[in-house]
């Protein structure tokens, strides 16, 4: 809700699910669920209702098989579902957003803060679409990517372990669902951590935590500043536990929480639904442009209003003071709180 | 009708209010009688079909309450009503329309006629957003503001008695519902004229009455074109009465009617809407760029409608034809008249 | 289908149609038509359902009728037809936008295979709208119309018979509903042949058959190749039967198939519901030049769709192919076959 | 409303109409009339919202192409208007509902008063349905029918100028839109009197004055009494101005007001609307019988509510206390009032 | 349709199928291909609008599968469907409702002949539900069945063969989809006739062709004559080809055309329909009484319109004339037709 | 669920609530929180999918408040709450429903054990609805009424000390509100145990707990048997615990549980959407006489369906297993389950 408010696109938020476990099912056995799924869903949805995107266990195939049927039920080809796919009204570098958005977030709080991401050493976890789309980044704008994981351990290296000209292998990793441990074939420098994280092994420059929830406890935060990380942006759903925001809080140049850091995802879905509204599609430049314009605009609004808030640069308090009051003024204005 | 058929937009018009007097009545009174209005009037709304905008009682805070009813009858989050809240879907630029569309036609006629606003003295009545944002761009422009007035009385003064950099002084004043007397206390050399308009104490190139309908009469517009008043845009609704406007075609060298003038207010009502269905919200500067492109085809259009008429300069006949045209040629090609 | 699929809009297709017969019928009885037929045809229709275009006897009166009832049923003024009239949500370049599109297409695959318009002779049939705005734009662009034609028969001439400057005269014979022979009147070099086709009597570079369905048979075909015509674009739907592709094909530097160089006017169909969609009326530059771009992406999709084919050039090919994998893929992302 | 209110039915009440003046027009006019208007009421209609009868204009012929257009509008074959033809859902007895209604009053309130109908000299003014069939009913119960009357004078006679078994004659007359007068030729004891109504020519003992609105004044009521008349019922809307009804509640034995005594037609339009519901058509019998039991139930109610307040016998008070009443109560209980 | 109109319900027709072929399909088959028809066909549907009933290889599964997808849909519990479970909204004797009305119109107009059906030998074709429940009641009336059959062949016996409390056999044969072959087994007089029907073989008063379209042809109806059966009734759809019918016409004492005969399967249709409208569900002595009463009317109709046309007796014109006349007069009434 | 499936009539079943707290709230409010509640609610609502009735908290005020807001939204005067008012389609009967249909049942139980209620003694626990409208019938039938309690304690007499005539006394009580300890002003040998409960201090035929959940348990139960009860049935939902229930199984003639035997109220709430779809009000008459058929109709299918499962006189079991069966088959039927 907080994360959507500060993007500043004309929607709110909210979350459900099912209870149907895909694993092990057939496509035919999905879709029957999805089908039926969406004809007691789609009384709930409309563009100008309700838009759900996909999630854990919701991605292309679901999404369309939802859309599938909502079109079968409706008679409506609208943007009732995100992620769509590009032949049918999706959005390009939806799946690269939450990635991007990250980073470029980070590129413009290390502006702020007269510093640049060229030649930063730049710890990653996860390799999902966020860190991988996160990771690509980095390295388009000069950084240097030092760890990638997934849930089996953590791969890391020297400077040149991974380059953008061999990224290439990990999307393919990715894309077959293998392990990441597997680009150990692709790289005579990398070093693979059986289960575990890559905070107490790297050093690094900034820590883009990208794989999942609290996956950042309070030693290795405090290992991670020890190192001489001096920049925090969060790109998983609350990664960093309560006690290691208070030391990156403390110990490092700034943190930005996720609320902010990864919306990028959430943003471009909003651009999907402009683009389906204005019956379009962008190009992959015009959504990349609009996004940073996006990220830019969430960063002056949470560094702004810590500022007001008389605690220059806490973009925790920022995003979490300037979210809840666009909510609150909009639900006074509208006449529901009295 | 004919004010909105020259906008160019992709609307249709009509009127209508309430018996309800909000004078006295608390938030929570306003309220419940926004909720039940809007429960019976939602039947008749939709983005496509009806839209209905603020107007005289119904200002930011009606408008949503009344969006905010709308929202929970319908579970719709559309453009259903205009001077809409720029948190919850309004658009910037939509208070000071008016008054900065007026002085934009105004800027495009004098070009026209080969003369600039700059160095002009404008005759400005009233003091609310049309009088506020018109004297304010005026200033911008160059030109100077000789008077502004309220229903108790009139002020005026010489070149400096009012500039940008005081204007934020009226601001406030309006803001707390103050008088323009007020303004005595910020300028040495300004009169006040209890009971009074400015039309016959003043000298002006320009007469811009922007306060109420019927608020110039026949003496008054002779007083002025006496005075050397040469370009004569009526801000407010028909604030010249039929006599006032022979005075002002026959004595001045441009008169421009209401539906033509003061047009801007409806024009961005229907940029809101544009914005609602695009899912954006466009800066200022977009707004603006548009509003004044707007403003331009409205004089383009009833200058030329004028001259096809051989009636060159007559702009009142030139807006009545264009629009009165439109509708009719839009009704015939669609059947309705036969 | 497969040629609305090429246009890359997000649009889907159809075909429909009445058995009432327009011809002497009065307005009023077209009127009373449209207005039945569309009391039974809006259960079926919507903004984002199904969407009619005119066509063959469903002219700008019948789509204005149409699109009146359609708005007194139910209330919506939505872009719920295309060819409207530009007083009431029409888009600019709509009546230009299968001729100018197919002459675009034209010039984009002679750039492609390096060889230009300028100075080409263009041998084209028919004097509806395609043909008149595909030779008004080859004339824009430096070719030479060679000839044109109508049911009665063929004009020709050489170099300087027709241009620009006189083909305001091939307009007014077009909208008075005149026949083609009347500009003999206005040319001394033109020739006029009585129930012929221009296909075995002129010299052409390039052939742009725009008048209807199987006008050129083997014969024509083998006559036009023998006369030196390198290029075939098809402006009609369907005009080259099976006999004279493969002469085509075999014979000239190029063959572009009607689902492909004729997809202008549904293009912009697709941009006019864009515009309703915005609620914006684009400049005749700003269609045009979206215009361009689609044919242009036209012409890259079934090029490269050739070449990955293993049959570069081979426009026909590649048209089919582009076209149906589009549908085929959407409709299997879609969980529609299984 | 109060007389809905009285027939005890779940139906609440309103009047509204058109400025059609059906006089001249061809049924080809009346028809698209018809469907016209009907395309734009159909919105506020419904079979548990709004249901439109006949009234003054608007006969079966109307109530069939307003029943027509509403099934093509919405596909649905519902109760939505009643008066309906037998053959698609119209109910038995309507046209004879409110002069058979008005008769039944008059016969259960003789019986409270320890009368009869038996004997009774009944004078009826008009020949329409009303008059029609109360002159039916009237003779069915053995009473004597000694006047009738249209809008160009009144025809009267002894005990035997007409029966039952002449009875068609008046019909056939009515049927082809005749006049009153003709009837002389079918007896030779009928006397008529040019521009002049029954009430100062007649002796009865019964008045149901079934004409129009006012068609009774003091003298006329004093006339009727001064000649023996003892009982009146309104058959008509409000026949009697407020000076007759004086005379009538101080010279007579009891006085029936038009909103208890001729609901016996709205009273059918609800019973037209049950069977519709039930998807059934009763008979004949079933609904005259239904009908008479309303009329019970009414005549209980207004008599029973004039001695609750006091004023036994009162039946004007009786009607306006009972539906005024019913409906503020329902209004309270519903929370409309508070 | 004409059918329909006899039943003098108020129900219009029409005819519908899908090209689903559920020979050899599992129930989860049926079951999918029920409920994705029923998803598209549900638009077209409503108790007042569409009311499906079902047909060949359309029974008791299928209208459940399909009515619990339109439940599921539309949230709404109505009788849109008929020929439903008794639990969930169908009507008791709609299986037998065809049979029954066969005999009871045979029995009324038997009455109509001053003769009874008591005694008589009855040919039967047929053993599904028509033919069963045809012959339950003619012996149940003291008729005497001297023939059933099946597509491989036909039964008959003499006066005992078959008598009601040996009923429940056949009723047993035909639950499991057995031949009617094997009721040999539980009489010793029947006789068995291969590929064969009944017409050549049986002596009967009265025949009930209720088998399929076209199974009586002209020489087997000139059997029948010759053999005396003096009566003819259809209890299936056109069983007698047009010459049999001429036959049947000039031999026998009356010929009843299936649409009047057959119509108790669609008249208790609507009745279900009633009973759903009503939230009620009738016991079977209701449902039975009002069956034997809509034949009644049925036969009154056709018996007196063919008085009225001057050919009493003639049952197929008077069947013919009454529907075809109430058809168009409900259209002439509601404007369809001018 | 099995209650409702119980009643035979065409519903189904669901519970719901809100937390609003109408204590101390003034009529204002509580119609403020209805008119809001009811927006809500009114989207799953309607009479064919799901309709409301009242329960604790929710009387005759807040159901007309609800209906009344459901009207203004919906435009809608259809039965879609039951436990309406009687002017505005209540049933007749409602009140009354549970308590007499829970005597009518044991009455018809009784008749099926060769026994009779007349001058038995029918221990009652409760004073609010069922156990008032119980009291009165048993007195009318003949028995004695041998105790009432409300949730202070319990009064009880001898075979005189409350009868019909006295009824009116508790009825008053009741009505105001009051205690039922007042009752002993109105009876010399009535008994009044504070803060007790009837069942171990009467000596009764019958026990019919009407008072709350859990009102009788083991001791109590034993108490009973061993002073004479030989007949017990539920009035509160499930009022005796399991070993009670025990108990009563193995020491009584029967035992009818709470969801047979109180289902009168919701069968009379279906008697009323009856009613309403028929646009009809049946008479008390009426409604009792359905209502005592309904009980007629659960004691024969829970008595039949006992034996059945070779339990004959279980009830218990036999309205368990009818009621899921119902519901059971109906889910197979309409492919709910496979």
Same mark, same amino acid.
């Given at each position: 809700?907080?994360?959507?408010?500060?993007?500043?696109?004309?929607? @709110?938020?909210?979350? $459900? =699910? +099912?209870?149907?476990? *895909?694993?092990?099912?057939?496509? !035919?056995? /999905?879709?029957?669920?999805?089908q039926?799924?969406?004809?007691?869903?789609?009384?709930?949805?409309?563009?100008?209702?309700?838009?759900?995107?996909?999630?854990?266990?919701?991605?292309?195939?679901?999404?369309?098989?939802?859309?599938?049927?909502?079109?079968?039920?409706?008679?409506?080809?609208?943007?009732?579902?995100?992620?769509? @796919?590009?032949?049918? $009204? =999706? +959005?390009?570098?939806? *799946?690269?957003?939450?990635?991007? !958005?990250? /980073?470029?977030?980070?590129?413009?709080?290390?502006?702020?803060?007269?510093?640049?991401?060229?030649?930063?050493?730049?710890?990653?976890?996860?390799?999902?679409?966020?860190?991988?789309?996160?990771?690509?980044?980095?390295?388009?704008?000069?950084?240097?990517?030092?760890?990638?994981?997934?849930?089996?351990?953590?791969?890391?290296? @020297?400077?040149?372990?991974?380059?953008?000209?061999?990224?290439?292998?990990?999307?393919?990793?990715?894309?077959r669902?293998?392990?990441?441990?597997?680009?150990?074939?692709?790289?005579?420098?990398?070093?693979?951590?059986?289960?575990?994280?890559?905070?107490?092994?790297v050093?690094c420059?900034?820590?883009?935590?990208?794989?999942?929830?609290?996956?950042?406890?309070?030693?290795?935060?405090?290992?991670?500043?020890?190192?001489?990380?001096?920049?925090?942006?969060?790109?998983?759903?609350?990664?960093?536990?309560?006690?290691?925001?208070?030391?990156?809080?403390?110990?490092?140049?700034?943190?930005?929480?996720?609320?902010?850091?990864?919306?990028?995802?959430?943003?471009?879905?909003?651009l999907?639904?402009?683009?389906n509204?204005?019956?379009?599609?962008?190009?992959?430049?015009?959504?990349?442009?609009?996004l940073?314009?996006?990220?830019?605009?969430?960063?002056?609004?949470?560094?702004?209003?810590?500022d007001?808030?008389?605690?220059?640069?806490?973009?925790?308090?920022?995003?979490?003071?300037?979210?809840?009051?666009?909510?609150?003024?909009?639900?006074?204005?509208?006449?529901?709180?009295?």
């Open positions: 809700m907080l994360l959507i408010a500060l993007t500043g696109l004309p929607m @709110g938020g909210g979350k $459900g =699910g +099912s209870d149907f476990d *895909p694993k092990g099912k057939s496509d !035919g056995e /999905v879709l029957r669920f999805c039926s799924f969406m004809t007691e869903l789609s009384r709930y949805l409309g563009a100008d209702t309700d838009v759900p995107a996909g999630d854990i266990g919701v991605g292309g195939r679901e999404v369309g098989f939802l859309f599938g049927q909502w079109k079968r039920l409706t008679s409506l080809h609208t943007g009732v579902l995100t992620g769509k @796919g590009l032949l049918w $009204g =999706g +959005s390009n570098i939806r *799946p690269e957003a939450t990635g991007y !958005g990250l /980073v470029y977030i980070v590129d413009i709080a290390l502006k702020h803060h007269k510093d640049t991401i060229k030649g930063k050493r730049v710890a990653i976890s996860g390799k999902g679409n966020v860190a991988e789309f996160a990771a690509e980044k980095v390295l388009q704008l000069g950084g240097i990517v030092v760890s990638l994981s997934d849930s089996d351990g953590m791969i890391c290296g @020297g400077r040149k372990w991974i380059q953008l000209e061999q990224f290439t292998e990990v999307r393919k990793i990715e894309a669902r293998g392990r990441i441990k597997e680009y150990l074939k692709f790289s005579k420098t990398a070093k693979y951590y059986e289960n575990d994280r890559p905070w107490k092994h050093k420059d900034i820590a883009l935590p990208s794989a999942t929830q609290n996956e950042i406890n309070k030693s290795e935060a405090e290992a991670l500043v020890k190192n001489g990380c001096k920049y925090v942006a969060e790109g998983a759903n609350m990664p960093s536990d309560p006690e290691a925001i208070a030391v990156f809080k403390s110990g490092c140049k700034f943190f930005i929480p996720a609320k902010a850091s990864n919306a990028g995802g959430v943003a471009v879905s909003g999907e639904m402009s683009q509204s204005q019956r379009t599609q962008w190009t992959r430049e015009e959504v990349d442009n609009k940073h314009g996006i990220m830019q605009n969430i960063f002056n609004n949470i560094s702004s209003t810590a007001d808030l008389g605690k220059a640069g806490d973009y925790q308090l920022g995003a979490n003071a300037a979210g809840f009051k666009k909510v609150a003024d909009a639900m006074f204005e509208q006449g529901m709180v009295l």
